[in-house]
């Protein structure tokens, strides 16, 4: 019997199927977890871990890891800590007790943001975004509008329609946007 590719699970910009090249990308569904906004004294700004919770569940994309070498993998997701989930792939996290709230000081970018409802939209539809910015918790944290000059490496484009729902459903969920006013 042949082993297992190695497989992980991605919940925000490893969904943006652009950011990577990772072979075989589906999507899929995980029960007993919730996404979150955190922060961790590892990096200067909030992006997105997934946190056990009973009942929960989120939608992502599974891949194989190229060779079954973690290492690129790691690198790239270099704050978080892996665990392998009952249905066979791993996920990357951060484990309760290490991160806290999106603040000022620790912001959520909005080119990060942007490409993860970017890599939503593209593989669920508009619905598929709608579920997102449902199953994720810390919208109140704040949003730096880093638009104009992106922060997050792998900052995509949007289209016009993109970026109007990113804008849409931070309204709704009441995000509080800060304007980047760095040089």
Do not use: C
């Not at 942007?114 to 593989?123: A, E, K, P, T």
Request: hydrophobic share 40%.
């Amino acid at each position: 019997m042949l082993p297992l590719t190695p497989r992980f699970f991605g919940y925000g910009s490893l969904v943006n199927l652009t950011t990577h090249s990772y072979p075989q990308p589906k999507p899929m569904v995980i029960q007993g977890w919730a996404r979150a906004w955190r922060h961790t004294p590892l990096r200067p700004v909030a992006y997105l871990t997934a946190v056990q919770r009973a009942g929960a569940q989120i939608e992502g994309v599974v891949a194989h890891v190229p060779n079954g070498d973690w290492a690129a993998l790691d690198l790239r997701e270099a704050a978080y800590l892996r665990a392998r989930l009952p249905e066979g792939p791993e996920i990357y996290h951060i484990p309760e007790g290490h991160h806290g709230y999106p603040t000022e000081r620790h912001p959520i970018l909005l080119s990060y943001l942007d490409v993860v409802v970017q890599g939503y939209h593209r593989m669920f539809g508009a619905e598929g975004v709608a579920r997102f910015f449902a199953t994720t918790d810390g919208w109140g944290g704040p949003i730096l509008d880093d638009r104009a000059a992106p922060r997050y490496p792998r900052h995509r484009s949007l289209t016009k329609q993109e970026r109007g729902l990113v804008d849409r459903f931070l309204e709704d969920v009441g995000a509080p946007i800060l304007r980047d006013t760095s040089p």
